[in-house]
């Protein structure tokens, strides 16, 4: 079995996406996938959503992409959101206990998320020091900070972006903490599952876009040469 690393978005982005693919025709990139050599478990490394809105729409086929263990690596994905009126945050950040903390201890906690707002970092003083369940305060933070009409769509950031975010006193910045390739594995192997873009996968090459005519994907045992124009 393939088995997904994260959760799906939420039922209202994976009825767009159903609705886009459907408008174009076209199925906008293969999902990727990686066995391990030793367990010869396949994770689902990047395109969940793409495989929830294949089985939705009913293809027969779902295009993959299988890529050697040592060929890619994973990386976090960090939150910004620009906060024009911050008056609502008082109470939020009391609501998800967020204490002030010393920037430099924080950051030498690779458990640990860190959010910083105005020139001030935080960090959640009730939930454990657990990657998994970091990952999972923020997203509850960022979801309820969507139900305060804060628009979170477009939040999520490479490390990279991050310092020029945080450089921003209006910018709401969350670090979150990095998994290692194998630290997935055990965590799949447990039962356990991140929520959405909680990691990105970095290729060799880059991301692969291979559009394929969704005709192709419900009908044929066999792709035509010109499946993928």
């Known amino acids: 079995d393939c088995l997904p690393t994260e959760a799906a978005v939420g039922q209202k982005k994976i009825e767009e996406m159903v609705a886009t693919v ?23 490394l ?66 640990q998320a860190l959010l910083h707002y105005r020139g001030k970092s935080y960090t959640s003083s009730v939930v454990e020091s657990n990657k998994i369940k970091q990952h999972q305060w923020v997203d509850q933070l960022f979801s309820a900070l969507e139900d305060c009409g804060f628009n979170t769509g477009n939040c999520f950031i490479t490390k990279q972006a991050t310092d020029d975010h945080k450089a921003n006193p209006d910018h709401l910045v969350v670090e979150l903490p990095r998994f290692a390739k194998e630290e997935l594995l055990e965590m799949v192997q447990q039962g356990e599952v991140l929520p959405a873009k909680a990691y990105r996968t970095l290729l060799p090459h880059g991301p692969i876009r291979l559009p394929i005519k969704i005709q192709y994907l419900r009908e044929f045992d066999h792709l035509p040469y010109d499946f993928y124009d």
């Open 22 to 44: 459907t408008a174009e025709g076209f199925f906008p990139a293969p999902v990727i996938a990686s066995k391990h050599p030793a367990t010869q478990q396949i994770l689902l």
């Open 46 to 111: 990047d395109g969940n959503h793409r495989r929830t809105v294949g089985a939705l729409m009913g293809l027969k086929y779902i295009p993959v992409v299988f890529i050697g263990w040592d060929e890619f690596e994973v990386d976090v994905w960090n939150r910004a959101l620009s906060i024009e009126n911050g008056d609502s945050l008082d109470e939020l950040f009391s609501q998800f206990d967020l204490t002030e903390s010393k920037p430099a201890l924080a950051e030498n906690n690779s458990q």
